[in-house]
Nanobody
Framework: QVQLVESGGGLVQPGGSLRLSCAAS????????MGWYRQAPGKQRELVAT???????NYADSVKGRFTISRDNPKDTVYLQMNGLNAEDTAVYFC???????????????WGQGTQVTVSS
């Protein structure tokens, strides 16, 4: 019913930039929080950044000042602009959205399939 599809991942050199996109589709009445998580090899999944419907943002300390999260509510899309990438940013990045599918539904967590970001020279 609800699908989140990430795009924009890939291989980038240290110091480079990437922009991730995540578009939600399907049965969507409303979306509250959206965000990005990541999971590096051998590590737990961690929060990267979140943004509320109204635009309030929150960032992990490790990315603050380098990453910018934003969203386009009419398009049900969230973005993550990543600048100054380093090896520690290498991970699978997952899109997250709290989606209310219909007026009769409560919000439920949805996850994208993940997109690989590799920072390497």
């Amino acid at each position: 019913q609800v699908q989140l599809v990430e795009s924009g991942g890939g291989l980038v050199q240290p110091g480079g930039s990437l922009r991730l996109s995540c578009a939600a589709s399907g049965s969507i009445f409303s979306i509250n929080d959206m965000g990005w998580y990541r999971q590096a090899p051998g590590k737990q999944r961690e929060l990267v950044a979140t943004v509320t419907f109204g635009g309030t943002t929150n960032y992990a300390d490790s990315v603050k000042g380098r990453f910018t999260i934003s969203r386009d509510n009419p398009k049900d899309t969230v973005y993550l602009q990543m600048n100054g990438l380093n090896a520690e940013d290498t991970a699978v990045y997952f899109c997250y959205a709290a989606v209310r599918a219909t007026i009769l539904s409560r919000s439920r967590d949805h996850w994208g399939q993940g997109t690989q970001v590799t920072v390497s020279s």
